[in-house]
């Protein structure tokens, strides 16, 4: 289920997604694991929409600010529950002799699966979390003055054309976008619309005529990728 959570002031450890924890609802305890995520924007407010876009938390936040933070229980057993239900995540696997708060936080059901094959059907298809992905390359020469072969931005073995007309930066101010693959070593080719500037010319050239020394431009890439989308597709 997801659910819409709260901190408990007093425990002082760290909750971490992808983590097994007690979670209780009604009168049962089961393990589970945890998947938080937040919305972007406080615009977005504190109900969870499967018409938003949330961002993937590695944990919850520190400093127990939880507006608009949410989680991903997956049980490891099924529990009976309605909606608005109180959730409280726990460890009980803690020191019973230790002084510390076992109780991390809790909060309400906002949406139920009952699919007990959740993880191959479409039932978490229309979660949409994504996580922020970057990547650098180095521009290795200019084919034109609208052209920029880059290198060391993916793998031999990536498929580039699934980065195809992605919205890359120079170091040097231009944008640009992935046109596709040059050559069979991983290196792309990339549009310039505006043109390279002089700044960025001056650099390339002197890297040709110095055989690769002197100033680099790099390229950047920045992208979403969502955990739940079978398709893996990356949107910027």
């Known amino acids: 289920g997801i659910n819409a959570e709260y901190g408990v002031p007093y425990?002082?450890?760290?909750?971490?997604?992808?983590?097994?924890?007690?979670?209780?609802?009604?009168?049962?305890?089961?393990?589970?694991?945890?998947?938080?995520f937040s919305s972007p924007t406080k615009e977005n407010g504190v109900e969870f929409s499967f018409e938003n876009r949330?961002?993937?938390?590695?944990?919850f936040p520190e400093e127990k600010d939880s507006s608009g933070v949410?989680?991903?229980?997956e049980l490891e057993n099924a529990v009976q529950c309605v909606p608005n239900s109180m959730v409280i995540i726990s460890r009980l696997d803690?020191?019973?002799?230790?002084?510390t708060c076992r109780l991390a936080f809790w909060g309400r059901i906002q949406h139920s699966i009952t699919s007990p094959s959740y993880t191959t059907d479409d039932s978490l298809s229309g979660l949409k979390v994504y996580k922020t992905k970057e990547r650098e390359g180095i521009a290795e020469r200019m084919n034109d003055e609208y052209t920029v072969i880059v290198k060391d931005l993916f793998k031999k073995e990536t498929d580039i054309d699934l980065f195809t007309h992605l919205r890359v930066e120079l170091s040097t101010g231009e944008s640009g976008k992935i046109e596709g693959s040059f050559g069979n070593s991983g290196k792309c080719k990339v549009n310039v619309p505006e043109g390279l500037g002089d700044v960025?010319?001056?650099f390339l050239d002197k890297k040709k005529k110095k055989g690769g020394g002197g100033e680099r431009?790099?390229?950047?890439?920045?992208?979403?990728?969502?955990?739940?989308?079978?398709?893996k597709q990356m949107l910027q």
């Open 11 to 36: 425990y002082k450890g760290s909750v971490t997604s992808k983590t097994k924890y007690h979670i209780s609802v009604g009168h049962e305890t089961v393990l589970g694991r945890l998947t938080f």
């Open 54 to 59: 949330y961002q993937f938390e590695e944990s």
């Open 70 to 73: 949410f989680a991903l229980l």
């Open 94 to 99: 803690m020191d019973i002799n230790s002084p």
């Open 200 to 202: 960025a010319k001056d």
């Open 217 to 231: 431009v790099t390229v950047k890439l920045t992208f979403k990728r969502f955990l739940f989308d079978k398709k």
